[in-house]
């Protein structure tokens, strides 16, 4: 079974500043989907970015990045010039190619952004 | 924009009452998913649905039941609420058939959250 494991569960960082988040996941696939969603204290999870693990090139949105490394199944986020409005929790997440499946999740970073 | 509704944003329930959570999604989506969240375990699939009338069991169904009579529409019931599943609980919804950004995307409710006493 897949697994997906978030090592850090709390992480702070100062605005301006950037943060990275790690995700490592464990998959006998050789293709799936990766997912980074952000949940605010409202509550609604929203995703942030995604990677399809067949495309080399790393994911961008804006301020977030992502650096996939398909050999150390390895998926973490990076967050540039953090926001106060980053501050979330943050889970990283796996999906195989089949459509309509469940995504299965890590437990979460909590990000704190300090003014 | 995709909507996906939960019917309360907060509730509260009594040990071995039968509760009903629903869950709304307003693009004909065929793909839906119930996810309990705990401090500290993440998110947990109870059940998901990829059609009306089917149903799938996920990682932790047990105490649980789903009814997914329309497309729209996806509850999640809990025959006899006992005190341990006192939670968040979320629902999503996702496309089958679409482009490709759209049908790799679940998108989520606000969530419930549920104390049973």
């Known amino acids: ?50 990677q399809e693990a067949y495309k080399q090139q790393n994911a961008t949105e804006n301020r977030f990045s992502v650096n996939f490394q398909k050999a150390a199944k390895s998926f973490s986020l990076k967050i540039s010039d953090s926001q106060l409005g980053d501050a979330a929790m943050y889970f990283c997440a796996y999906r195989t190619l089949s459509v309509g499946t469940p995504l299965v999740f890590g437990k979460g970073t909590r990000l704190s952004v300090i003014a | 924009d995709v909507k996906v509704t939960q019917s309360s944003r907060y509730l509260v329930k009594r040990t071995g009452e039968k509760v009903f959570l629903e869950c709304v999604q307003d693009m004909d989506h065929e793909n839906m998913f119930w996810y309990r969240q705990d401090p500290g375990l993440g998110l947990r699939l109870i059940y998901f649905s990829y059609d009306v009338k089917m149903k799938e069991k996920g990682d932790i ?57």
């Open chain 1, 1 to 50: 079974a897949q697994t997906v494991t978030q090592s850090q569960p709390e992480m702070s960082v100062q605005e301006a500043e950037t943060v990275t988040l790690s995700c490592t996941y464990d998959t006998s696939e050789s293709d799936y989907y990766l997912f980074w969603y952000k949940q605010p204290p409202s509550r609604q999870m929203i995703l942030v970015i995604r």
């Open chain 2, 61 to 117: 169904p047990e105490g649980y039941s789903v009814s997914r009579e329309k497309k729209e529409r996806f509850s999640l019931i809990l025959e006899s609420a006992s005190t341990n599943q006192t939670s968040m609980y979320l629902c999503a919804s996702s496309l089958t058939a679409g482009p490709p950004l759209e049908i790799d995307t679940q998108y989520f409710g606000p969530g419930t959250r549920l104390t049973v006493l």
